[in-house]
């Protein structure tokens, strides 16, 4: 996930020349399935039949030239410090580094000459990878200071404080001075803001250090103008696969065991000495990354800002409202609709995806509930496809990112136009009567497994599972993305207090991604999935043969042993979360 950080950006000026120009474009589970009566509008009968598929065809506004996708033939890495280890992903041979706080000890080889670790911004992410550094390093009896850079008068400079870092110490200060002062300089603002400002963070720089971004939305965004990063740093990404509070809230329970955390992935982009692979690494242990996993830059920024607008934000919050309609318009009662969308999907399912797999899923429900969840997934699987090829192609073209740097400046005003900053996500029936569920929700309950949402949702991940799959990227960055991420750091959010509480946690890019998709997701599902069902659209066959059968079952078996053995913790009231969603509530 994008970092996020209270920092205004100012029009972006013409491209010094110091900036040159690049030649590069762009086991079984046992789960109690009670049927409720079906509605009359989900009858299908099975019938084999060939291709049967929805229409539409994928839209893509291109910006600037890319080469095709082409798949990627190795992320191999050498390390002198933390241990890397092979890992067969469905035939694929890939490369990690297992975490583990057994491991901060050899955090000063890793920062070796890093005397001052700069994490600019205080958002989603900044919060949570300073406090997660700075307690892994004490840990270590590393002298390395890490200090918080913000802009002067920022409203972050208490929360900053609240969370141990003074101007008195030294951990807290100007932003930059703090750029200017640091070895490693963490970029954690905003996409918008860091696209805006990354001639004066380059500036402020010193020769010969590193920076550290843990989004490649930068990248894309120079890509975009012909242009590159300067060639007297480093300059690296550690991703995590997850909110910042995730990232904070995980590392925090796992004091208790070895290894909790939230996974990320790492790229060197450019290494001007020789340190930048341990740097990463060092990086990602720190934050208590469970395992760290190689991907570029350029594949990250893509399959994050994709992945975000899919299943992980904007795509699920599109079909539980298209699913909530449809329940509650055949004749189901609001609450139970609530139940068999929202808390079907971030409960049980996201549990048992989780912990066991899709296959899992379906092979939980009866035969009438297979009949059900093969209707939904066939009807569901090629529109969801559309919009979600629709919405690669214009993240890689570039679209997209111009998108987000556009909604960044929209949130002032600017041109005798009014500041537009994003509304709310949460304030129609289908969450006012989230709110009244959780109320008498019993401690611990996941919700019914409906077969027809389950369905839908599954028919959701495999179709961006094989948009990824088919645009080149490894199945480490796949199934984080478009699975873990999901099921073990976003959904829980949604489970513990609704859909804003989810996303608005999230990155200023997530946010405005989700907002811009997820009625696109919504409208296909309407108008194209749910009238197939009621057309009475032979069930494809070939369809359901694939999920069965599709590799992606058994890497998704391997990931889930590098799993931590601790699940999040979300409650309604957490503390963990950005200021403005710190409140009492259902």
């Known amino acids: 996930m994008a970092a996020t950080a209270s920092f205004a950006?100012?029009?972006?000026?013409?491209?010094?020349?110091?900036?040159?120009?690049?030649?590069?474009?762009?086991?079984?589970?046992?789960?109690?399935?009670?049927?409720?009566?079906?509605?009359?509008?989900?009858?299908?009968t099975k019938i084999s039949t060939g291709n049967v598929r929805g229409g539409g065809s994928a839209l893509a506004a291109s910006m600037v030239s890319v080469p095709a996708v082409k798949?990627?033939?190795?992320?191999?890495?050498?390390?002198?410090?933390?241990?890397?280890?092979?890992?067969?992903?469905?035939?694929?041979?890939?490369?990690?580094?297992?975490?583990?706080?057994?491991?901060?000890?050899?955090?000063?080889?890793?920062?070796?000459?890093?005397?001052?670790?700069?994490?600019?911004?205080?958002?989603?992410?900044?919060?949570?990878?300073?406090?997660?550094?700075?307690?892994?390093?004490a840990e270590a009896k590393s002298d390395i200071v890490v200090k918080i850079g913000l802009r002067k008068g920022s409203r972050s400079f208490a929360e900053a404080r609240a969370a141990g870092f003074t101007e008195e110490n030294g951990t807290l200060g100007d932003i930059w001075e703090t750029v200017s002062g640091s070895d490693l300089v963490l970029l954690l603002i905003s996409d918008a803001a860091q696209a805006d400002n990354y001639e004066k963070v380059f500036s402020h720089m010193k020769p010969n250090s590193i920076l550290g971004l843990s989004h490649g939305f930068l990248l894309g965004h120079l890509q975009s103008m012909g242009l590159d990063f300067p060639k007297n740093i480093s300059v690296i990404a550690v991703c995590p696969k997850?909110?910042?509070?995730?990232?904070?809230?995980?590392?925090?329970?796992?004091?208790?065991?070895?290894?909790?955390?939230?996974?990320?992935?790492?790229?060197?982009h450019?290494?001007?000495?020789?340190?930048?692979?341990?740097?990463?690494?060092?990086?990602?242990?720190?934050?208590?990354?469970?395992?760290?996993?190689?991907?570029?830059?350029?594949?990250?920024?893509?399959?994050?800002i994709f992945g975000e607008r899919g299943i992980l934000l904007g795509a699920v919050h599109g079909i539980v409202e298209s699913l909530f309609r449809r329940y509650t318009e055949n004749g189901m009662s609001e609450d139970l609709a609530y139940k068999n969308t929202v808390e079907c999907i971030t409960?049980?399912?996201?549990?048992?995806?989780?912990?066991?797999?899709?296959?899992?899923?379906?092979?939980?429900?009866?035969?009438?509930?297979k009949n059900e969840f093969e209707t939904a997934y066939s009807a569901s699987y090629y529109p969801c496809m559309d919009i979600l090829y629709e919405c690669y192609e214009d993240v890689a073209t570039g679209s997209e990112i111009r998108s987000v740097v556009l909604a960044g400046r929209r949130f002032y005003e600017k041109d005798g136009l009014p500041a537009f900053p994003m509304g709310k996500i949460d304030q129609t029936r289908m969450w006012k009567v989230g709110e009244q569920v959780r109320k008498s929700r019993p401690a611990g309950d996941l919700g019914p497994l409906y077969p027809f949402t389950a369905g839908v949702y599954v028919a959701l991940m495999m179709a961006q599972i094989e948009i990824l799959r088919k645009k080149g990227h490894s199945y480490s960055e796949i199934i984080n993305e478009s699975v873990i991420e999901s099921v073990d750091s976003l959904n829980p959010f949604m489970h513990a207090r609704g859909v804003s509480f989810m996303v608005?946690?999230?990155?200023?890019?997530?946010?405005?991604?989700?907002?811009?998709?997820?009625?696109?997701f919504d409208y296909i599902l309407t108008q194209q999935a749910l009238v197939a069902v009621d057309n009475g659209t032979p069930i494809n066959r070939d369809l359901i043969s694939n999920f069965l059968s599709d590799p992606v079952h058994g890497a998704i078996e391997v990931c889930a042993q590098l799993r931590p053995t601790v699940d999040i913790s979300v409650t309604a009231d957490a503390d963990f979360v950005r200021p403005e969603l710190r409140q009492s509530s259902t």
């Open 9 to 44: 950006p100012s029009i972006c000026s013409k491209p010094s020349s110091s900036l040159r120009k690049s030649a590069k474009t762009l086991g079984g589970l046992s789960l109690a399935f009670s049927s409720n009566q079906s509605l009359m509008s989900l009858k299908s």
């Open 71 to 137: 798949p990627l033939t190795s992320l191999d890495f050498e390390t002198s410090v933390f241990r890397k280890e092979k890992v067969s992903l469905a035939g694929h041979d890939e490369y990690i580094v297992r975490g583990g706080r057994d491991l901060f000890k050899l955090l000063p080889d890793a920062f070796k000459g890093i005397k001052q670790i700069g994490v600019i911004g205080w958002g989603s992410q900044g919060p949570a990878q300073a406090q997660n550094l700075r307690d892994s390093l």
């Open 242 to 268: 997850g909110m910042g509070p995730s990232v904070r809230r995980l590392y925090v329970q796992g004091k208790e065991i070895n290894g909790a955390g939230i996974n990320s992935s790492f790229a060197v």
């Open 270 to 304: 450019q290494d001007i000495d020789g340190r930048a692979t341990d740097v990463a690494l060092g990086w990602s242990v720190a934050l208590g990354s469970p395992f760290t996993f190689a991907t570029t830059l350029e594949q990250e920024y893509k399959s994050d």
């Open 347 to 369: 409960g049980i399912i996201s549990k048992t995806i989780s912990t066991q797999g899709m296959l899992a899923v379906y092979n939980a429900l009866s035969e009438e509930g």
């Open 504 to 520: 608005d946690n999230c990155s200023t890019t997530a946010r405005l991604g989700s907002r811009k998709w997820a009625p696109r």
